[in-house]
């Protein structure tokens, strides 16, 4: 059972990346998934959630508009496409199986000039 996130890396403000979190060892659709982020000076905090079956989408609000989350699953991955990045977004990103102790490895996402 785990989750592994891909898709960080260093882009400049106003840049996006997709961020992928692939799932294995239990059955993904029944879930909601989670992305979080820790910031540098920053407990981590909650980015976005999208229901099982994509039924419901929700954000923080420091992100809505800019983020959107999605999920494929037949492809059991969950998707955070981050647009007119800012430097503020730098950290480390982490996709969750929500309501649960799974959390993947997180994946670093750099926004710099």
């Known amino acids: 059972v785990q989750l592994v996130e891909s898709g960080g890396g260093l882009v400049q403000p106003g840049g996006s990346l997709r961020l992928s979190c692939a799932a294995s060892?239990?059955?993904?659709?029944?879930?909601?998934m989670n992305w979080y982020r820790h910031t540098p000076g920053k407990a981590r905090e909650f980015v976005a959630t999208?229901?099982?079956?994509?039924?419901?989408?929700n954000y923080a609000d420091s992100v809505k508009g800019r983020f959107t989350i999605s999920r494929d699953d037949g492809l059991n991955r969950v998707y955070l496409q981050m647009t007119r990045l800012k430097s503020e977004d730098t950290g480390v990103y982490y996709c969750r199986r929500a309501g649960t102790s799974l959390w993947g490895q997180g994946t670093q996402v750099t926004v710099s000039s």
């Open positions: 999208i229901g099982s079956r994509s039924l419901y989408t």
């Open positions: 060892g239990f059955p993904f659709n029944f879930y909601d």
